[in-house]
T-cell receptor
């Protein structure tokens, strides 16, 4: 079946512009996660949704970052007034349920470059 | 101090070798533990969960030591296809949907 998809795969933007990154989770997966991954590092938690409810946004770096999942399926991570330090790989993951040992399935990521 | 620490490596081993990685975590209230594998420029994929009793899956064995706050991954009879970065992942009691990833340990298996 189809895995997690993300779009765009690559995004180059100028400093100060807003960007919207999209995640399409595996159909039927309840939980959705956003991560940021710098080169040579592991994914860093940003936020988490259970259905449409944003349960934890403690990892969002500042108020320029926001995320939504209005219908409990597709999610959008928005970065306003981008800065060069926002350049990274942004990864989305989904899991079938929310639980102690839930397996996360990751998408291919969106590589964001802020010039 | 990072929540999860790993030796970045690389570990360079010949085919057929046995190799082990450790990962330490800072929070004694950590609840669930995992090893993920990430190939170069690809997304992470679950290799195995790590239970209190330890678990084995073919050539891979994972152990948890709560007293010393570390988990380990042992790979026996290494294959070329095992070359990847291995990420240690933990979550904490009371918030098991917030996962902390280590920076990963790189393994190179040589012919």
């Amino acid at each position: 079946g189809a895995g997690v998809s993300q779009s765009p795969r690559y995004k180059v933007t100028k400093r100060g512009q807003d960007v919207a990154l999209r995640c399409d989770p595996i159909s039927g997966h309840v939980s959705l996660y956003w991560y940021r991954q710098a080169l040579g590092q592991g994914p860093e938690f940003l936020t988490y949704f259970n259905y449409e409810a944003q349960q934890d946004k403690s990892g969002l770096p500042n108020d320029r970052f926001s995320a939504e999942r209005p219908e409990g399926s597709i999610s959008t991570l928005t970065i306003q007034r981008t800065e060069q330090r926002d350049s990274a790989m942004y990864r989305c993951a989904s899991s079938l349920y929310s639980g102690e040992y839930n397996e996360q399935f990751f998408g291919p990521g969106t590589r964001l470059t802020v010039l | 101090r990072k929540e999860v620490e790993q030796d970045p490596g690389p570990f360079n081993v010949p085919e057929g070798a046995t190799v082990a990685f450790n990962c330490t975590y800072s929070n004694s209230a950590s609840q669930s533990f995992f090893w993920y594998r990430q190939d170069c420029r690809k997304e992470p994929k679950l290799l195995m969960s790590v239970y209190s009793s330890g678990n084995e899956d073919g050539r891979f064995t994972a152990q948890l030591n709560r007293a010393s706050q570390y988990i380990s991954l042992l790979i026996r009879d290494s294959k070329l296809s095992d070359s990847a970065t291995y990420l240690c992942v933990v979550n904490w009691e009371g918030n098991f949907n917030k996962f902390y990833f280590g920076s990963g340990t790189k393994l190179n298996v040589k012919p």
